[in-house]
């Protein structure tokens, strides 16, 4: 019966509700990413330390990247020197040309890892992102670092990264926070970084944080164990169910050939690599004329010409191109890991623990993990802290082998899947409950508020996020006088709401019992 008064006679109409509010499940894969950038500019403003959205590697190169010119431009451009060595070198990486044992070490002011974590995001199934720019790239030292040096860029600063991440506090919809060259800070301002990171995905339970070890590039002569313990030791205490750690780094192909050219040796010098084709023991002279020529300023032909010619007609050039190449692309995992969940996220639900899966455009890890190691990873007596492990395995390849969060001794939060899954559940719920603030808290609103919630999670249990053979058996949902609130919550205004759900997990530990059946001859 229609409430309202007519005052004149005609004709009305009443438009009646035909359907009740619903829960619409909230994105569950929407990654930010924080660091440095070869520029930061949207639509002519500078967005440095705005997280920007963008929707494909494409929309990141038009804001973030430098513009194209009539000669390809290097968005990154890393410096690496070799140097050559008496013997084979026992630390670092090298490259052997003839007889020489060069070492291949970086400039470590020029070292940046967000611009290709970005292609990797996208080459494993990225969508929607976040671009928070701290900044330019900084100026290059002009001398590498020692051999078995740790890789420290003193451009990449603690502040800056901080300052990124504080501006994310306003973006609801993020759920993951990336930053892949936390690892090229100190151990000890690494340590700060994460643990500010998870400091604020508890605050805001909205997010998670995908965090890389340092060290995870390389072999430490010392034991990796030791690497592993320095992470776990600057993590801290505090919201460990919101952190995800992967180890080690990984091997990928997403800069090639016409990414790298002489201009990334020697600090651009053309000098020292004359002198290194020169040592071959039959120095092709047309390929040192060329050279001579770029030293000279007198070539004709663009530096990406010359490259192409270089890599044609010379073996060692290609072979150094290639060496460096394979330095260059070692990157932190936590990039592509991150198109990895939002690739199950899509295709399986964000129930489905991200692993027992392979990461594209990755051909190889620095460190080969086994079964023994892995379990040092997995589990952690002293600190619980788990370690999610990237190995190799016969005709399957690189497979992502563990689904844990830092919170490895929880019961409750110990698995991803679970931790995603609740943060899904509890701010779908929180936004479409926004909708009953300041309606009456009488049965009615209590009514259709459990009803709208129950329709959602059934949805949910029939998907499979939930577990349990009945929707009894994975979820209840109450609200009401003498269940979930006193008379004195709702004079205060308080309608509460008691939501528990079953969360599906994952068969991490699989046991076959094989039992031999005795034969009793008749």
């Known amino acids: 019966m229609s409430k309202k008064t007519y005052k004149t006679p005609g004709v009305y109409i009443e438009e009646v509700s035909a359907f009740p509010n619903s829960v619409v499940a909230v994105e569950t894969a929407i990654p930010a990413f924080i660091g440095y950038t070869p520029q930061a500019n949207h ?35 890393p410096q690496y020197y070799l140097e050559q060595q008496s013997s084979k070198p026992n630390e670092g990486d090298f490259l052997l040309l003839e007889s020489n044992y060069y070492s291949i070490l970086p400039d470590a002011h020029t070292i940046y890892y967000l611009y290709n974590s970005i292609k990797l995001f996208y080459q494993n199934g990225g969508g929607d992102a976040y ?85 995870g ?52 010098a053309v000098s020292p690599l004359i002198t290194i084709l020169s040592l071959q023991n039959t120095p092709d002279e047309n390929v040192l004329e060329l050279l001579q020529s770029i030293y000279n300023g007198q070539s004709s032909h663009t530096t990406n010409e010359n490259h192409h010619t270089l890599l044609a007609v010379s073996i060692p050039y290609k072979n150094s191109i290639s060496a460096v190449l394979q330095v260059a692309n070692m990157l932190p995992a936590s990039g592509g890991m991150a198109g990895v969940i939002t690739m199950v996220d899509n295709t399986r639900g964000v129930w489905q623990a991200p692993a027992n899966v392979s990461m594209a455009s990755v051909v190889s890890l620095p460190i080969k993990i086994d079964h023994a190691e892995q379990e040092c990873l997995n589990v952690d007596a002293i600190s619980g802290k788990s370690i999610n492990a990237l190995r190799v395995f016969p005709g399957l390849g690189i497979m992502v082998w563990g689904a844990r969060t830092l919170d490895g001794n929880s019961l409750d939060w110990r698995y991803i899947n679970v931790r995603r899954t609740m943060i899904n559940i509890e701010q779908s719920c ?13 049965a009615n609103t209590w009514v259709r508020i459990q009803w709208m919630i ?57 046991i076959i019992s094989f039992n031999q059946q005795q034969i009793v001859s008749p």
């Open 43 to 77: 639509n002519g403003n500078d967005c440095t330390f705005v997280p920007t959205k963008i929707t494909s590697f494409i929309e990141f190169q038009n804001i973030f990247c430098f513009p194209a010119g009539p000669e390809p431009v290097q968005q990154y451009s």
């Open 131 to 215: 671009i928070v720019s701290v900044g330019g790239y900084g100026n290059a030292s002009g001398t590498p670092i020692a051999v078995g040096a740790p890789l420290v860029n003193p451009n990449v600063r603690l502040a800056d990264l901080l300052k990124g991440l504080e501006a994310l506090k306003k973006e609801e919809s993020v759920t993951m926070y990336i930053c892949p060259e936390a690892t090229l800070l100190s151990i000890a301002e690494n340590g700060t970084l994460m643990q500010q990171m998870l400091l604020q995905n508890s605050t805001m339970q909205t997010a998670i944080s995908i965090f890389d070890i340092i060290g």
């Open 217 to 268: 590039n390389r072999e430490n002569p010392l034991g990796n164990n030791a690497d592993i313990e320095a992470f776990r030791s600057h993590t801290g205490t505090s919201g460990l169910s919101y952190g995800i750690a992967y180890y080690p780094f990984v091997g990928t192909t997403v800069m090639g050939e016409h990414d790298l050219n002489y201009t990334n040796l020697f600090g651009g």
């Open 430 to 442: 929180k936004n479409a409950c926004k909708s009953f603030v300041f309606e009456p808290n009488d």
């Open 454 to 510: 129950e329709n959602f999670l059934n949805n949910l249990w029939r998907q499979g996020a939930l577990a349990g053979p009945t929707p009894k058996d994975a979820y209840f949902v109450n609200c009401g006088l003498g269940t979930t609130m006193t008379t004195n919550d709702i004079l205060d205004g308080k309608l509460i709401v008691h939501i528990g759900v079953a969360i599906s997990r994952p068969a991490e530990f699989i």
